[in-house]
């Protein structure tokens, strides 16, 4: 079974919105402080934003007032909501889980996301 499954990537002009989502299971969405990482090519993975259990949050400086990441706890399930995108936003956004006793990282496989005209 895959851990972390993302979904809802795609093509998006400039200025427009997308939402990610990324399922887990039960015990790794209620164990782990989940976030959102992205890489573009030729560049290295970076921090998008985290949020932990108690529903604590943080974003990178280049996403704040534009992203939301939010977790559904019923469905077990942690969402990026992207707004006013930009073209250097433009990557593969890949969901994360850090247990916040071990350190020890999940990963999805990642969705494109593109913002072009």
């Known amino acids: 079974q895959v851990p972390l499954v993302e979904s809802g990537g795609g093509l998006v002009q400039p200025g427009g919105s997308l939402r990610l989502s990324c399922a887990a299971s039960r015990s790794i969405f209620s164990r782990n402080t989940m976030g959102w990482y992205r890489q573009a090519p030729g560049k290295q993975r970076e921090l998008v934003t985290t949020?932990?259990?108690?529903?604590?949050?943080n974003y990178a400086d280049s996403v704040k007032g534009r992203f939301t990441i939010s977790r559904d706890n019923a469905k077990n399930t942690v969402y990026l909501q992207m707004n006013s995108l930009k073209p250097e936003d433009t990557a593969v956004y890949y969901c994360?889980?850090?247990?916040?006793?071990?350190?020890?990282?999940?990963w999805g496989q990642g969705t494109q996301v593109t913002v072009s005209s």
């Open positions: 949020i932990t259990n108690g529903g604590s949050t």
């Open positions: 994360n889980a850090r247990s916040v006793l071990s350190g020890y990282v999940y």
